[in-house]
């Protein structure tokens, strides 16, 4: 907030530092109540099987429904929630949300699904995410197999004592555990070894230009090798195109997400799109 010309006034507008800082405070305060009324959705996005073609699950991605700003994207406002602490109420709403949905798809019928949900590395070390997982799975009744936590890079190599303990322990009581975005964090892949992690989500930003350019082709590649030299699943984010879709099947991936399949949607558009596949 730069003072403004000597009298009582402020200049928000002055630079884009100011604007930042002024949507930064607003998002900021709004996030405060969003959640008492109830303005946060979850949308889901298909996650697809290449050797079958089933889908067998969906990714639970936050979206705020501000009464000003209309539908918010997260990139909007995690980071905010993040620096705040707020992140921590967020994602134990969001585990609870997507627990439920999970059950009341099954409750209707539709065939199981795996839930994916993103954890942040704050709510890891400000919050007690095993005990949020235990309270999710508990009031839903959702099996925990049916559960995956999507965990970046950033989470697993901290050297916090309590963060690798509650990964570890996250493990043992049944979910699935991805590594979010693999290949962007840090190039330390010892955590492979040191957790039981179930399948690599490669990174969008690999696969956008796998048709064109050799270099993200072979680091595409080489992830699945990895990937299934240790035994563990391939999901490839960001799929638009039927190329690139053979390309990934060409390479052995074992799952695909993305707009070609289909975008973020609403939990009851969800339904409609499997009943109809
Ligand atoms: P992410 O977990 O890597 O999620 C994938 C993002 O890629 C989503 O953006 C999704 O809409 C987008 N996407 C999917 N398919 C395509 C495609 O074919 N092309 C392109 N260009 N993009 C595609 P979204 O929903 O805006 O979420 C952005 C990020 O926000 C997520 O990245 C995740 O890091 C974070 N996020 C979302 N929901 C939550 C949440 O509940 N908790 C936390 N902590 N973070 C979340
Ligand atoms: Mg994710
Ligand atoms: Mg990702
Ligand atoms: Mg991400």
């Known amino acids: 907030k730069a003072k403004g010309d000597g009298r009582n006034t402020y200049r928000f507008f002055d630079d884009a530092m100011d604007v930042e800082a002024v949507e930064h405070q607003f998002i900021r305060n709004g ?3 969003a ?3 109830n303005e946060f959705v979850l949308h889901y996005q298909p ?13 639970a991605l936050i979206r705020w429904n501000h009464p000003e700003l209309g539908m918010v994207p997260p990139a909007r406002f995690i980071p ?3 620096e705040s ?5 967020i994602g134990d709403w969001v585990l609870h949300e997507a627990c439920r949905q999970a059950v009341a798809w099954q409750n209707a019928g539709l065939p199981e699904l795996c839930m994916a949900v993103n954890l942040s590395a704050v709510q890891f070390k400000r919050g007690s995410v095993e005990q949020s997982v235990i309270h999710a799975l508990q009031e839903t009744r959702l099996t925990p197999a049916l559960l995956e936590l999507e965990l970046t890079e950033s989470i697993l190599i901290q050297n916090v004592e309590g963060v690798l303990d509650s990964v570890k322990r996250l493990k043992l009581l049944g979910v699935k555990l991805s590594i979010d975005d693999f290949g962007t964090g840090y190039s330390s892949l010892s955590y492979l070894k040191r ?6 989500k490669i990174d969008q ?6 048709g064109s350019d050799p270099d993200d082709a072979a680091i595409v ?15 490839a984010e960001g799929v638009e195109t039927a190329d690139m879709l053979r390309q990934l099947g060409a390479f052995g991936c074992d799952e695909a997400q993305g707009y070609y399949f289909a975008r973020p949607m609403s939990a009851d558009a969800v339904a409609s799109y499997i009943r109809q596949a």
């Open 31 to 33: 996030l405060r109540r």
């Open 35 to 37: 959640l008492e009324r």
């Open 47 to 59: 996650q697809i099987d290449l050797a079958s073609g089933a889908i067998t699950g969906v990714e």
């Open 80 to 82: 905010v929630a993040e």
């Open 85 to 89: 602490g707020l992140i921590v109420p």
């Open 195 to 200: 957790f039981d992690i179930d399948k690599l």
């Open 205 to 210: 930003s690999f696969v956008r230009d796998l």
């Open 221 to 235: 590649r080489a992830i699945i090798q990895l990937a299934r030299s240790l035994n563990l699943r391939t999901i």
